[in-house]
């Protein structure tokens, strides 16, 4: 009996543990969702038909999709409805599993480790890597880059710098806007003691063609200089989008990014830390500080630091308690959190009806929504940059697709009013969103001429009096 007790007291703890950081990722599983997320559906069946150069539910208007490959993914898989959606999530997180499992592997020896830590790194990034995000893509290929860095590190063979290239096209066509993190994590790789110097010069020579590689999409130089045009650009001065802001060590994601900043810091003062595991933390940890989607890589840095941190001191019963009671904890506080939970915009069809006649004006974050439910007069889009000259590179733009874009005329000072509601039948506004505050929507219809025909706690939506 005595042995059954020993046997139970060792095993359950593991099993609780495996069962309840389970469930806090099925929570985050089941809650992906991502304002683009739309806007990437119905421009991938516009891709599907063929067309690479318009948006037909923006009007035809003309313009790029640099995340263009994993928009046909999105729309193929979104065929099956939520269930497609979620297990495209769901493949892609085994994937990235697998691959952060044998880069752990290689460099720790302990398989428990690996499968474990590389587990315990995708929950840490959930924000980004269990949401439906074309960035879960782009950290499977940077792992996969990685893994053959290694090997070229072990032996300085050419074939090694050749296997990147097929990456780095498919980096190029899944998420062009964010290549340049292919180039970066290449810089300590750079550096090697065993050569002439400390330069690996044969590796430097290859990074001017392994950054040639973005060109190579369908939309070519065009793609490259769309996003060029989108870092320079004032588009969004004009509309906040708190994404790219900078990130603030307040706030959850930032909380999170300050802990592996403290992490390395310590790690230094103890003589624990590597070169490898400095660069990517303090990486993420400046970009991020600059504008907070860089935290979508904050995957890269986790690994590493799993990697390179001797784990012994956890594995043991008392600690798997603490770690299955922190996953309750947070389990406990995600599924009450509304940012976690899919949204769901369905019931303002009911009170919408007509998809063609009228134009709505809209939040931002359900541009796509409407779009992708068959809404075709739109003001408000989830993808604002569209109709901006600065990013689209399209000249002469006229002045009707800025106010169909966001909602109001833009003058030549960057100065914004409150578009004509002439045409307007519908006005649909969340509680929260920043462009909705600007443009003080509750002063403009409390007169008779709106009537308040739906209130859901979320968004709320008028009806101009016939």
């Not at 063929?50 to 208007?61: I, Q, V, W």
């Not at 989008?241 to 390395?264: N, P, R």
């Not at 006649?357 to 931002?364: R, V």
Request: aromatic share 16%.
């Amino acid at each position: 009996m005595t042995n059954i007790y020993n046997k139970a007291y060792k095993v359950l703890p593991v099993i609780l543990l495996i069962l309840f950081s389970s469930i806090l990722y099925l929570i985050f599983l089941f809650g992906s969702q991502d304002n683009d997320m739309y806007f990437e559906i119905v421009s991938g069946n516009d891709l599907l038909s063929g067309n690479f150069k318009t948006a037909s539910h923006l009007d035809n208007f003309p313009m790029l999709v640099q995340q263009w490959l994993y928009a046909v993914c999105l729309a193929i898989v979104d065929k099956l409805g939520i269930v497609g959606r979620i297990s495209f999530v769901f493949v892609q997180d085994v994937i990235l599993w697998g691959l952060a499992s044998l880069f752990i592997y290689k460099k720790t020896k302990s398989k428990s480790t690996a499968m474990i830590g590389s587990f315990a790194a995708i929950l840490y990034s959930h924000n980004y890597m269990i949401n439906i995000r074309p960035q879960i893509i782009t950290v499977i290929l940077l792992v996969a880059e990685l893994l053959i860095l290694e090997k070229y590190r072990e032996n300085r063979e050419h074939k090694y710098l050749f296997a990147i290239f097929p990456i780095l096209i498919l980096a190029a066509n899944f998420h062009q806007a964010v290549f340049l993190y292919h180039i970066m994590i290449i810089a300590p790789y750079c550096f090697d003691k065993r050569v002439k110097h400390f330069i690996d010069w044969k590796l430097v020579a290859f990074v001017p063609f392994f950054t040639a590689c973005t060109l190579l999409t369908p939309y070519g130089i065009d793609g490259s200089l769309y996003i060029l045009r989108t870092f320079q650009s004032k588009t969004y001065d004009i509309i906040g989008i708190a994404e790219l802001q900078g990130i603030s060590l307040l706030s959850y994601m930032g909380f999170k990014l300050l802990l592996l900043v403290l992490y390395t810091i310590y790690c230094i003062y103890k003589h624990k830390a590597n070169t490898f595991m400095c660069y990517y933390v303090f990486l993420v940890a400046v970009l991020s500080l600059i504008n907070m989607r860089h935290t979508s890589i904050e995957f890269i840095p986790v690994m590493f630091i799993i990697a390179s941190t001797d784990w012994s001191w956890i594995k043991n019963q008392y600690m798997y308690g603490v770690l299955s009671l922190l996953c309750i904890g947070l389990s406990a506080m995600f599924i009450k959190n509304p940012d976690f939970k899919l949204e769901n915009y369905g019931d303002i069809t009911t009170v919408i009806e007509d998809k063609d006649a009228k134009i709505i004006n809209s939040a931002m974050d359900i541009g796509g929504w409407f779009e992708y439910n068959g809404y075709t007069k739109l003001w408000m889009d989830s993808r604002c940059e569209a109709f901006s000259e600065e990013i689209s590179g399209v000249k002469g733009i006229p002045a009707d697709y800025f106010r169909l874009v966001y909602g109001y005329n833009i003058g030549p000072k960057k100065n914004y009013s409150f578009a004509s509601e002439d045409e307007v039948l519908y006005i649909v506004r969340d509680y929260d969103y920043i462009v909705s505050k600007k443009l003080d929507y509750i002063n403009r219809i409390a007169d008779a001429e709106w009537e308040l025909i739906y209130d859901d706690g979320s968004y709320l939506v008028w009806k101009k009096a016939q």
